[in-house]
């Protein structure tokens, strides 16, 4: 082997391992950031607090409409997911982006239609 290969092959390594050790030290936050599995029992419980303190504890209405399965089936899920995420402009509905992710928010739209936190 000669010496030039030697030495960029040591450097190639010398990349990969800088490499991985970012992956592993950006790894945690990125399941932060990114889909987390969601958590039913946070989520039920933040539906029926959160939402519930203007949907309703029973989620049959209050300042905001009712979030019953009956009324859930004129949206279908993407939509229920996007007014979750981003809220209803003008309107008190606030955007949960913040504090809910994608995956979180579709449990949720999934739940709604299923009656399940009613
Ligand atoms: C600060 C009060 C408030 C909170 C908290 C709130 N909402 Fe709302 N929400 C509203 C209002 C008001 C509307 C009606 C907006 C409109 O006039 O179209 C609404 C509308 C909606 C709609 C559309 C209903 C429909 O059929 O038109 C969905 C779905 C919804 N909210 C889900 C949620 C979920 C899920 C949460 C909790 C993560 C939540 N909301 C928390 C006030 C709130």
Redesign the pocket.
């Given at each position: 082997m000669s010496p030039m290969t030697q030495r960029s092959q040591k450097r190639w390594r010398w990349w990969r391992e800088a490499l991985s050790a970012i992956a592993f030290a950006v790894a945690p936050y990125s399941t932060v950031a990114g889909d987390t599995v969601p958590d039913p029992v946070k989520l039920a419980n933040?539906?029926r607090q959160?939402?519930?303190?203007?949907?309703g504890l029973t989620l049959k209405g209050?300042?905001?409409?009712?979030?019953t399965a009956d009324?859930?089936t004129?949206?279908d899920r993407s939509?229920?997911v996007h007014?979750?995420l981003d809220?209803?402009p003008?309107?008190?509905?606030?955007p949960?982006r913040p504090?809910?992710s994608e995956a979180d928010?579709r449990w949720?739209?999934d739940s709604?239609k299923k009656g399940m936190l009613q």
């Open positions: 933040l539906v959160d939402c519930g303190s203007c949907h209050g300042l905001g409409k009712p979030l009324r859930m004129q949206w939509q229920i007014i979750i809220g209803v003008g309107t008190p509905m606030p949960w504090l809910l928010a949720i739209a709604l």
